[in-house]
């Protein structure tokens, strides 16, 4: 087991810092000094490595998100702290690595997609649901519609060529993005509680939950 978690470990580290087609079974063995008949007696090719990693990713999303979620009772700073989550652990990423994800390794990204369009559409769901009782969210939106509009629109601005063209820091387009989708929905208590809200900026970055 502990052979393993060395294999996964190492494999995703060289796989964000130069995506995964450019990273080998041969590369990761040299990095962790094995054989690479070792790394095939833990994981039997690439493919299964990759998704292998995928899910321990999947799964610690899902721990923190529902953290998140079950310590922050006020839903708008809750959407604030997931989003800086999100923003945290996509920053890390080599673009690469979501390319390669869709060409060649395409079950271990509808994994990721999975994740997106059911855990997080569930928690805005939850989110706007709490908003609604504390009076922070209006009553007069489909909550359905909303909440896969929302996560669509987060999550493609790490694959929208078009914005990526502007040279724009991704944070600050997620940010924008549910700054925008928060006072849409929002009642005046709920303006006003935005207001609260402290957002990342080009020289600031809001800290990742703990």
């Known amino acids: 087991m502990e052979l393993m978690v060395r294999i996964q470990q190492t494999a995703d580290r060289l796989f964000h810092r130069f995506g995964i087609r450019s990273v080998t ?54 959407f604030a702290q997931i989003a800086a989550y999100i923003i945290q652990r996509h920053n890390q990423l080599n673009p690469a690595l979501i390319n390669d994800l869709k060409k060649y390794h395409p079950e271990a990204y509808e994994k990721i997609s999975r994740f997106r369009e059911e855990k997080v559409i569930m928690h805005v769901m939850r989110s706007i649901t709490d908003g609604r009782e504390q009076g922070l969210f209006r009553a007069d939106f489909n909550d359905i519609v909303i909440a896969h509009a929302f996560s669509a629109l987060t999550f493609a601005i790490f694959e929208s060529e078009s ?26 208590s709920g303006l006003e509680e935005l207001e609260k809200v402290t957002w990342p900026n080009h020289s600031t970055f809001i800290e990742e939950p703990k």
């Open 25 to 78: 079974m041969d590369d990761v063995a040299k990095e962790i000094s094995v054989s690479k008949k070792t790394i095939y007696s833990c994981f039997r090719d690439k493919n299964e490595l990759v998704l292998s990693i995928i899910n321990e990713h999947v799964k610690e999303n899902d721990d923190q998100i529902n953290a998140i979620v079950d310590s922050e009772s006020n839903p708008i700073k809750r």
């Open 163 to 188: 914005l990526a063209a502007l040279n724009i820091d991704h944070k600050i387009s997620v940010v924008e993005i549910i700054k925008y989708h928060l006072r849409s929905i929002s009642t005046i």
